[in-house]
């Protein structure tokens, strides 16, 4: 069932072995680092360019009922993993910290999606413009129901913010935001305009992601070692829960698509975890989860499951389904 010829093409992905020697950096104890600002720049020029490239593919689709079925199936993928993965956490964690990793595995990461994106081209394949606002969407409900958890479950005397705070929190997250406004900016643009910064948001990205992907390493290759030392339960869950998540996905997703690019960008988000946009959020609705375990779970675990094996595992299943 699984491609392993397209397991091995993957791990030699250019973009990818930059992410393994930004690990390696740090097992070495070398100096690498990539600038905070610097590193900060090439993630908004992601985000921009995603978003960017979306609203032209949208531009040129022709709007139909599978475009809304992408977007309800996606929200509610991202409704329900909270929902079960924190009845299985809260049995080992505090109430916070089981809201908390809940919310960060139902939410997605950008970085994932767009290396998704990346590994499309690799085979020739290419997701409809709409999959980028289906991502966008998918973030915000995951850390509400996250909240919504913990507030039921909590001490009744324990105080936790409004949800109409945490709300417009999670909507108005930057990264949120600038790949909606993208996505918007490039669906108003015309072919020529868009033409004239085709340089900026096509020519250069491979180039971008695979240095955004060193910085990555670096950054996991830190958080690593520390949450090794935090139980066995978290790493297997860290590693179960991505993948079962995103298998169940990549066959049950022809309900509501036939396009297998799109299917499989629909179980790589399924199958993403949150380090960006929910340690942002939680540290305002859960300051009392540790960060410390629901972000190296996310980065330092997930993530590069999912670059490194995933993306061709969930490819194979799509095709398989």
Known sequence: MIDYKL???????????????GILAV????????????????????????????????????FSIGIVWSILFGIAIACLIPLYTFLILK??????????????????????????L??????????????VAVMALMEAPAIVIGVMLIRLCSEKNQQTPKMRSILKHSLTNGSVLLILGSLVIGLLANDQQAEGIKPFTTDLFKGFLAIFLLDMGIVSGKKLSDFLKSG????????????????????????????????????????SASYIAVPAAMKIAAPKAN???????????????????????????VRAF
């Not at 610097?38 to 689709?61: D, P, T, V, W």
């Not at 629901?294 to 595992?313: D, K, Q």
């Open 7 to 21: 397991l091995i093409d993957n791990l030699t992905n250019p973009a990818l072995l930059f992410f393994v020697l």
């Open 27 to 62: 097992r070495l104890k070398s100096d690498l680092e990539i600038p905070p600002n610097s590193s900060k720049f090439i993630s908004l020029y992601l985000l921009f360019s995603i978003g960017f490239r979306g609203g032209q593919e949208l531009a040129h689709s022709n």
């Open 91 to 116: 049995k080992r964690l505090s109430t916070e910290n089981a809201g908390a990793i809940a919310a960060a595995y139902g939410s997605v990461s950008a970085v994932t999606f767009v290396t998704a």
């Open 118 to 131: 990346s590994f499309l081209e690799t085979q020739n394949l290419k997701s409809s413009g709409h999959m």
């Open 232 to 271: 066995r339960f978290l790493t297997v869950f860290a590693i179960v829960i991505p993948l079962l998540n995103g298998a169940i996905v990549a066959a049950i997703s022809s309900f509501v698509t036939n396009q297998d690019a799109d299917r499989f960008i629909l179980a790589v988000l399924a199958a």
């Open 291 to 317: 960060p410390g375990i629901y972000f190296p779970m996310a980065l330092a675990i997930t993530f590069p499951l999912n670059i490194t094996i995933g993306l061709p595992v969930y490819l194979s299943l």
